[in-house]
């Protein structure tokens, strides 16, 4: 064998090689059901702090305000009771969207996509990592309840810099613990989801409270 023919064959293995594995650990998910009954002592994203101040506090369901679960649940995924997991309209939008736009910058990601993403993943935009996303979260809801789900993600969801979890958002900006949220506190922290570092410097402006109004009007 000559060669040249030796070092295409090389190549071709290494390539077949980093194809197997980007698959297998795209397919690979990670065991949920402890999340039945256990809260997760970290999540990726507080990981990715690197030894920066966390503020976290685990509440039960039961201890978050109605005004916040109803309040989240309208802002970010509106049929988070109907679902299992993907909204499928949302996604063939988001992937018209991103067809369009020749890059991936839109997700439709659903309340246990984002948990998901949250507990195992990073923010970080790419198909692959949309495709473990999706993977994770029928596996967390094949496991879990809605109202599991529900309390996993209030828990776990970024509302700035080193500051996790709803109990750790109310006393950050209002404090008051997250069972005595308001309408209009709810409504503010269902709004600075998407981007909740920016949010937490710049915590008014047109748009914001636009949104704000329109989310407690939905509660």
């Known amino acids: 064998m000559d060669t040249k023919r030796i070092a295409v064959l090389a190549l071709a293995s290494l390539v077949w090689l980093g194809w197997f594995y980007t698959l297998s650990q795209t397919i690979a998910t990670p065991p949920v059901t402890a999340l039945r009954w256990i809260p997760?002592?970290?999540?990726?994203?507080?990981d990715r702090e690197r030894g920066g101040a966390v503020s976290w506090d685990w509440v039960p369901y039961d201890r978050i305000s109605p005004n916040l679960k109803r309040a989240v649940v309208e802002a970010e995924d509106g049929d988070f009771f109907e679902h299992q997991g993907v909204d499928i309209d949302a996604a063939r939008r988001a992937a018209l969207h991103n067809w369009r736009k020749r890059k991936f910058s839109r997700g439709a990601s659903t309340i246990t996509m984002q948990l998901a993403r949250n507990l195992y993943l990073s923010p970080t935009k790419s198909p692959w990592r949309k495709v473990r996303e999706v993977l994770i979260a029928l596996k967390l809801e094949r496991e879990l309840s809605k109202e599991r789900i529900l309390e996993l993600y209030?828990?776990?969801a970024e509302w700035g810099r080193g500051v996790y979890g709803a109990e750790a958002a109310a006393r950050h900006y209002f404090r008051k613990d997250a069972k005595d949220l308001g309408a209009r506190e709810s409504a503010f922290l269902a709004a600075i989801l998407?981007?909740?570092?920016?949010?937490?410097k710049h915590r008014s402006g047109p748009y914001l409270n636009r949104r704000i109004s329109k989310i407690e009007g939905m509660i």
């Open 40 to 46: 997760p002592r970290s999540t990726a994203f507080m």
């Open 154 to 156: 209030l828990n776990v």
């Open 194 to 200: 998407p981007r909740p570092r920016f949010y937490d």
